[in-house]
């Protein structure tokens, strides 16, 4: 079911042939830099499972991203409640997650504006709010592109993490409902 519709994205539910590639994509070492692990194809059904149980308990939840021009499945782009404690929960989380062949393209920040808009004002969720690993460049980037920004008081240590972990560390980016009508 089509959720969301940009220039050049479709973001809709999952279905089945989408395990596949989200498996390979779960596997690549550039995609996965700024997580823990690698995730097998039993890790991503799991994931898969997990996104379509939070469509079903809230209406809004991770959604596929597919090329309009080649209809090709390219990843995940939307919206997951914040399942852990932290300062700044409870929380509505924007992410993304794209084969490393569709970087560089616009691609993160066009399904991510599409997704802000979408939860501000069909959803009307008050704050989004958005989270990596301190050295991932490329997805601060995209958070800024959007229009959410930073407040250093805000990192946290990410507390699903080891604290000898290299990733325990995290940067918090947000915007309000009200932010987001005055620009």
């Given at each position: 079911m089509k959720i969301?519709?940009?220039?050049?994205?479709?973001?809709?539910?999952?279905?089945d042939t989408d395990l596949q590639p989200m498996c390979a994509i779960n596997q690549d070492p550039k995609v996965m830099q700024y997580f823990p692990s690698l995730q097998d194809l039993d890790a991503t059904?799991?994931?898969?499972?997990?996104?379509?149980?939070?469509?079903?308990t809230y209406g809004y939840s991770l959604y596929a991203a597919v090329r309009k021009d080649t209809d090709e499945f390219i990843g995940f782009i939307g919206l997951l409640n914040v399942?852990?404690?932290?300062?700044?929960t409870p929380a509505t989380e924007i992410g993304w997650r794209l084969a490393s062949n569709q970087w560089g393209q616009g691609f993160a920040t066009e399904g991510a504006k599409a997704v802000?808009?979408?939860?501000f004002k069909t959803l009307e969720?008050?704050?989004?709010?958005?989270?990596?690993?301190?050295?991932?460049?490329?997805?601060?980037r995209v958070m800024e592109k959007i229009g959410?920004?930073?407040?250093?008081?805000?990192?946290?240590?990410?507390?699903?993490?080891?604290?000898n972990?290299?990733?325990?560390?995290?940067?918090?980016?947000?915007l309000t409902k009200e932010q987001y009508q005055t620009n």
């Open positions: 969301l519709e940009t220039e050049r994205l479709i973001l809709r539910t999952w279905i059904k799991h994931l898969i499972t997990k996104i379509n149980a939070h469509f079903d399942n852990f404690k932290a300062h700044f802000l808009d979408y939860a969720i008050p704050e989004i709010v958005s989270f990596t690993a301190t050295d991932n460049a490329p997805s601060k959410l920004s930073r407040q250093k008081s805000d990192d946290f240590d990410h507390p699903k993490l080891n604290d972990s290299p990733l325990k560390r995290h940067v918090l980016y947000r």
